[in-house]
């Protein structure tokens, strides 16, 4: 079921309140980022950060590809 948000004016901005129900499905509180992602036929609103995301697979590929290098230098 799709959610509607009503776009107010906030200041010289435009914005959308969202629901304490869908606050509570996206995890996120006063103060949290949410993302915008543009897909083929509009846009994703999530608290998702695909920048962090790529960041982490490419520090666990690296973890991976010096895993006894980094136990030799934790002993």
Do not use: N, W
């Amino acid at each position: 079921m799709a959610e509607v948000l009503e776009v107010k004016k906030i200041g010289d901005s435009l914005g959308v309140i969202i629901t304490q129900r869908v606050a509570e499905k996206l995890r996120v509180q006063e103060g949290d980022k949410l993302y915008l992602l543009e897909i083929t036929h509009g846009a994703v609103l999530t608290p998702y950060d695909p920048d962090l995301a790529e960041a982490l697979d490419h520090t666990e590929e690296t973890i991976r590809a010096y895993r006894d290098d980094l136990r030799e230098l934790a002993k």
